[in-house]
């Protein structure tokens, strides 16, 4: 996907430039250490900090929020640079919550940002894709998430697509069914807790392979696999899935770089999550 930057802050958190626009997705900020609770028992430590700080990210137009209840896709610093962004499109029910200058989507609904008048940029369409947080049945308890396809103009080969946090379920494998993408942000880290045992609540490696083989984007690009205790699967698991993958789809995987410099906590008293 050509003229289009992406940086990886950490977990989910992404800066996009594309088509004009300053777009940042899932802000997190906050220093490592803290354990934040999720609900219902669940609870996690966030264990690296960002690879920027909040205060260098400079103006960003979007904000993609795929949802605003779980501190690993919106902390507290993240929440105040949804105050400073243009716009913030995220779910219905985030949407009501978090009010300012929120869109909620529903999934397949769509919205555009018109570009203004004689500036560089281009119309934006932005997609809402469905999201399963966790196993059948887990909505009432993980509550709403969507995901983000977008789509310019100028744009070739497909959407850029972020997956939002999900398993693989028959929602989310609409997706390709419905849609060309070129480009494709997978959120990952087989998210378990032990109140829960086994269940998963964001993608397994052997799920985005599965998934991937249905895309076949030209570009796969990992994210929300490190940084945090309750993730299972890290880049070895991932990659070591989609080694095995049909169709050269290894050879389609991208991983970006995160400074080796970002603060971070002791794993040894941060795993018993």
């Known amino acids: 996907m050509k003229d289009v930057r992406i940086t990886h802050v950490g977990g989910p958190t992404v800066l996009l430039e594309a088509a004009g626009w300053r777009i940042l997705t899932d802000p997190t900020f906050d220093v490592p250490g803290r354990r934040y609770s999720f609900g219902w028992g669940t609870s996690s430590r966030k264990l690296t900090g960002p690879a920027i700080a909040a205060e260098d990210v400079g103006p960003v137009d979007v904000v993609l929020l795929s949802h605003h209840h779980h501190a690993d896709n919106l902390d507290d610093t993240g929440r105040g640079l949804l105050q400073e962004a243009g716009t913030v499109i995220t779910t219905v029910p985030g949407a009501h919550r978090l009010q300012g200058r929120c869109r909620g989507l529903r999934p397949w609904q769509q919205t555009t940002l018109t570009a203004p008048a004689g500036s560089a ?151 018993r999550e």
């Not at 997609?127 to 969507?146: D, E, K």
């Not at 789509?151 to 697509?161: A, D, F, I, K, R």
């Not at 490696?205 to 083989?213: D, H, P, R």
């Not at 696999?225 to 995987?253: D, I, K, N, Q, T």
């Open 121 to 271: 940029r281009q119309d934006l369409t932005i997609t809402a894709t469905p999201c399963r947080h966790g196993p059948r049945f887990s909505r009432p308890l993980a509550g709403a998430v969507v995901g983000f396809a977008l789509s310019w103009p100028t744009q070739e080969h497909g959407v850029l697509w972020m997956s939002g946090d999900t398993v693989l379920c028959d929602a989310v494998r609409e997706v390709p069914a419905r849609m060309s993408v070129d480009t494709v942000l997978l959120h990952l880290g087989a998210v378990r807790f032990p109140v829960t045992g086994r269940a998963h609540y964001s993608f397994t490696a052997t799920e985005a392979v599965e998934l991937c083989s249905l895309l076949r984007p030209r570009t796969i690009i990992p994210v929300h696999y490190e940084g945090w205790g309750h993730f299972h699967e890290g880049r070895a698991e991932v990659e070591r899935a989609f080694a095995r993958a049909p169709l050269g789809l290894s050879e389609r995987l991208h991983w970006l770089p995160l400074p080796p410099s970002r603060s971070a906590v002791d794993l040894k008293t941060t795993t």
